[in-house]
């Protein structure tokens, strides 16, 4: 594979593991100001969010079938990970920081996984980890930044992309997306980002047929650093989607993407975090986790206003959190 992943490479991994995941389905909203917007509603993946989409395929492109699966994690990926070796039989061994949720933990050894909690942030955990990838027959399944792990997540926007055109289908009788003026209208998607791997596979598979908007907390903006230097930059993530989003650096592979397809990162606040996981309940009746709706408050904080006509997509990706917090009413 290619650190950038090409269409092709996304398509062979869709095929690969496509028996083993769930095509996520599409949902319309209209949010307060009359903007409607569609939502990709990938929470409702195996595990909880995308992410056993990067695990199938660092599992299944090993060069020899492995003897058991190592991850560092905040909670999701090891999560995926732990359900991977399960579907294949083989044992797992997951490192979280003490960051990571109960909620996710006490899920990751539910599952029969190895845990192993060290360190403060996910740096500390994936450095914690590499004895025990080292070890004979190991696969280490990196969180966001190998090339089939973004690869992987890839299938994602293969997937959408498959759905939005099918609705242009129904819609106009052609597969091809047709706007007002004289060029074809282009989707706009807006995704969660922490290290990379979703954005940076989402946006290897549309290119220029999208535009894909990275969606960061203001506490853990590790792309937007990135960009802003001009190279990849440590930070010191924090705030309430830390778990999920909270890498320290960003992703070479999405670095490189973002760089290639001039992505410009949108910033939102963890009060804005917080407010969008409230509205979505009450809304829907959807339990996102606080990055699952890092994404959807960029619309409705403000932080992205979309023009007139903008055909808009929110990537709902995670529900691995505390529903306790959640309103009644």
């Not at 062979?12 to 209209?30: F, K």
């Not at 930070?235 to 778990?243: C, E, F, N, Q, T």
């Not at 959807?286 to 206003?305: F, V």
Request: proline share 7%; glycine share 10%.
């Amino acid at each position: 594979m290619s650190i950038v992943p090409t269409r092709d490479e996304i398509t062979a991994a869709h095929s690969l593991i496509s028996s083993h995941i769930r095509r996520t389905p599409l949902l319309d909203i209209t949010l307060p100001d009359g903007t409607p917007v569609t939502l990709k509603l990938e929470l409702f993946q195996h595990t909880g969010s995308f992410k056993p989409r990067g695990a199938f395929t660092g599992a299944l492109t090993a060069a020899e079938a492995p003897k058991s699966l190592v991850a560092a994690s905040g909670g999701n990926h090891g999560l995926a990970v732990a359900h991977v070796a399960s579907v294949l039989g083989i044992p797992a061994r997951i490192f979280v920081p003490s960051t990571a949720p109960e909620a996710k933990v006490s899920r990751l050894r539910a599952m029969g996984a190895e845990v192993t909690v060290t360190g403060e942030v996910y740096a500390d955990a994936f450095a914690a980890s590499q004895e025990a990838a080292a070890q004979p027959g190991a696969r280490a399944l990196h969180a966001y930044d190998s090339p089939a792990t973004v690869t992987g997540q890839g299938t994602l926007g293969l997937e959408l992309d498959a759905q939005l055109r099918s609705r242009t289908k129904d819609q106009t009788g052609t597969a091809e997306r047709t706007g007002t003026g004289a060029e074809a209208e282009v989707p706009t998607v807006l995704v969660a980002t922490g290290g990379g791997g979703l954005v940076g596979g989402i946006a290897a598979w549309f290119g220029s047929d999208a535009n894909v908007v990275p969606v960061e907390p203001e506490t853990c903006a590790a792309l937007h650093t990135a960009l802003e230097n001009g190279e990849r930059t440590p930070i010191s993530p924090s705030g309430v989607a830390a778990d999920s989003l909270g890498a320290s650096t960003i992703g070479e592979i999405c670095f490189a993407v973002a760089c290639q397809n001039a992505l410009a990162p949108v910033l939102v606040t963890d009060a804005a975090i917080g407010e969008a996981r409230t509205w979505l309940w009450r809304q829907t009746r959807i339990a996102a986790e606080p990055g699952g709706a890092t994404a959807l408050a960029a619309l409705l904080s403000g932080a992205y206003r979309p023009t007139p006509g903008e055909q808009v997509t929110v990537v709902v990706c995670g529900a691995n959190a505390d529903p306790s917090d959640l309103p009644l009413d």
